[in-house]
């Protein structure tokens, strides 16, 4: 007998109602806090209106699973009924009119605060939530704490310090875009990266943030863009050598799709160790990378695919099943609760085992320590198998369909002559 | 006998040596004229001892043909002898030490003058000689002005209309980067595309620009970001309905490379015309759009590929035959010149002869509307044959090919309900 998948899923998000942010913030802040949640309930007024019947139909046909937003108990009955043994956890629960989001805006929008006291006290309180959510069941917890880096490296560098030893954290947050404040690739942000390190906690950037003040709320320019500024702070990262400084420092991507991985290895190889440029140009990368761009790929970077499309998962070998992490956006109505597994049986149906094992879980195993041993007991009670996502066990991947998937090898005579 | 190709090079680059454009500067600007001279040549001396051999070898050894740069008569020569019928031509005709750029940096980098009277000066500067450049052939030539629209619209305009009657000219570049002006979203820019559109002169941005100030002198960073500030523009304009304004404006990214088109329209129609949230986008894109963000390439939108690679004209269905234009980057080191027909032999040795015609000059006479009736002596005499490219006559592309090669469209049921 095949045994069951062990779902891990790379992306989901975990917030208190905003109100009951409160105890959880230092007395100082209150008066703030009172001003952002008039604004809060000012956005939900404006959207009810805008979108009322949407809203109350998925709010009340979802009324009991979406407690598992902030409620540990709720939370893992979803998942069991979902087939999901453990998941990474990000902030915001409510996407759709933001009233489980932390103090200030600061998860998904957090470069977007100004004020450093804010940044940082709204991060706290999050964080003092999220320590209580994951305690209770640490195995199945990678709760990742909101870190604002930008607006004080020192500080920064002690709330991961503070969020290292606790159960159930599993990484951290930083703002997607660095505004007017020091870009990624600046060494003074090194001490963060090796308090990560240090804390085997990965880094993230998580979707949602644009420069939305050049963008007149056109809101297509808004999706043609997001995944930009979701992405970008790889090419910083990786091309101020900051993973030659850090090789333990892993970087990852979270619900900015997947698909461009592809063109971004071949570019970037073909940059850096293609033809006969090779020699010139890893001579312009002495000391910045020691391999060609893409083996840091599955190594120091990863990508939070959450429900992937069809056309990324026949990508899966040239993104790289080593990468691409699945995962379900609960509870955000866009992702795939309560009907994961008819969604991964539609999907992943002609997919060899092997490759759906490192999608839906071993991957994010690695990347963030997952303890596969304590999850099989969970999987195997709650997991489905090969044959409920109606997969043939017989299917194989060869090692040619995979050395063909990184066609730029070839193509370009990739070398590394670092 | 299959007739030989009218090959339109839609990326080639023309300019003064910089101390030339003197007498094409309005006087009152030589003071400051000066101090560009005495920083160019400090560029230049700098990048001498860095690359002594490299540059010498290359401007001894091709020292007439690169005089094609600024003498119109050595340039038809060089284009005779490559193969190539006509060309679009934009400014920097030095790629390696800037030694032929406008004054104050006008052309690839316009964007980064801060000063309106500078930034028209150095343009019309090299507008008046791109003009007698392109009389004395204008049907092989489109000469692309420029035109800093981010300073002051209505100069902008009128720089325009000057334009739009000279012979030869058949195009405008803008600044790739708009930097603290307005994004090119902002109706205020529609005295621009009116005026473009009436003139029939395609809009440009041309790679070269990045935000540098972001990147602290990592040239990896400055090559993963380069292609998306680049194309960024297309996005502003076709989301913010300047298409359905200005049914015939032509915005064109040229030397930005075409790979990313195919992943963009599957994207883009995804979010627009996709299965169930079909209705809701299209009703957010009301006045925006009236088809399919995909159906605006290769009518509004194109892209002046350069020297394609073989993976780019692999995907030629999917980025489209009717929307990239291949180009040779003449006189610049990293394109095709001199050596033109060998590199299409070997690129081009296993595609059907409709396409190569569509890539190689069709699509460029239609997006500028060159006369290929007066161009056809000139191939006849200078043109490669398919059989000079090693072409096999019989080759043809399917319907289906084409069909499948826009494959989200039957995934994902695209359909316009706008």
Redo the contacts between chains.
């Keep these: 007998m095949t045994p069951p998948y062990t779902i891990i899923s790379a992306d989901a998000h975990a917030g208190l109602p905003c109100e009951e942010y409160r105890p959880y913030l230092d007395s100082r802040f209150l008066a703030q806090f009172d001003e952002f949640l008039a604004q809060r309930r000012a956005n939900r007024d404006e959207q009810m209106v805008l979108n009322y019947d949407y809203i109350t139909n998925w709010e009340t046909t979802h009324e009991e699973g979406l407690r598992g937003a902030y409620d540990p108990a709720q939370r893992d009955k979803e998942m069991d009924a979902d087939g999901v043994a453990a998941e990474v956890i990000f902030p915001d629960a409510d996407a759709i009119t933001g009233m489980e989001s932390p103090p200030f805006g600061a998860g998904l929008s957090a470069g977007m605060i100004d004020d450093a006291e804010l940044a940082f006290a709204g991060a706290r309180a999050h964080n003092r939530f999220l320590v209580e959510l994951c305690a209770g069941s640490p195995e199945r917890r990678a709760g990742v704490g909101l870190v604002p880096i930008c607006h004080d490296v020192a500080r920064a560098v002690s709330e991961i310090e503070w969020l290292a030893d606790k159960p159930g954290i599993g990484g951290i947050m930083i703002p997607t875009m660095w505004r007017d404040h020091l870009?990624y690739?600046?060494p003074a942000y090194d001490p963060v990266w090796a308090a990560c390190q240090a804390a085997a906690l990965p880094v993230h950037t998580h979707s949602g943030e644009a420069p939305r003040e050049?963008?007149?709320e056109?809101?297509?320019?808004y999706?043609?863009?997001v995944v930009?500024w979701t992405h970008?702070p790889i090419?910083?990262l990786?091309?101020?050598g900051a993973f030659e400084r850090f090789p333990g420092l892993k970087f990852v991507v979270t619900e900015g799709a997947s698909?461009?991985v592809a063109?971004?290895k071949?570019?970037?190889d073909q940059?850096?160790g293609g033809g006969h440029t090779t020699k010139k140009m890893a001579a312009?990368?002495k000391g910045?990378?020691s391999k060609l761009?893409s083996e840091y790929f599955g190594t120091n970077i990863f990508v939070g695919a959450s429900t992937m499309s069809?056309?990324e998962i026949r990508r899966r070998h040239t993104i790289g099943c080593d990468v691409a992490m699945w995962g379900t956006d609960y509870p955000h109505p866009e992702g795939t609760w309560p009907h994961t597994i008819a969604r991964l049986r539609s999907d992943f149906g002609d997919v060899p085992v092997e490759d759906t094992r490192r999608l839906l879980g071993e991957t994010a195993a690695r990347c963030y320590g997952f303890d596969l041993d304590a999850l099989r007991p969970i999987a195997a009670r709650i997991g489905p198998t090969p044959d409920d996502l109606g997969q043939d066990v017989g299917l194989v991947t060869s090692p040619e369909e995979i050395r063909r998937a990184e066609?730029?090898k070839d193509?370009y005579q990739v070398a590394w002559n670092g």
């Design positions: 870009p690739n600046d050049e963008m007149n056109f809101i297509g320019i999706l043609a863009e930009f970008r090419a910083h990786l091309f101020s698909y461009w063109d971004m071949w570019k970037w940059y850096f312009l990368m910045i990378l761009p069809k056309e066609w730029w193509e």
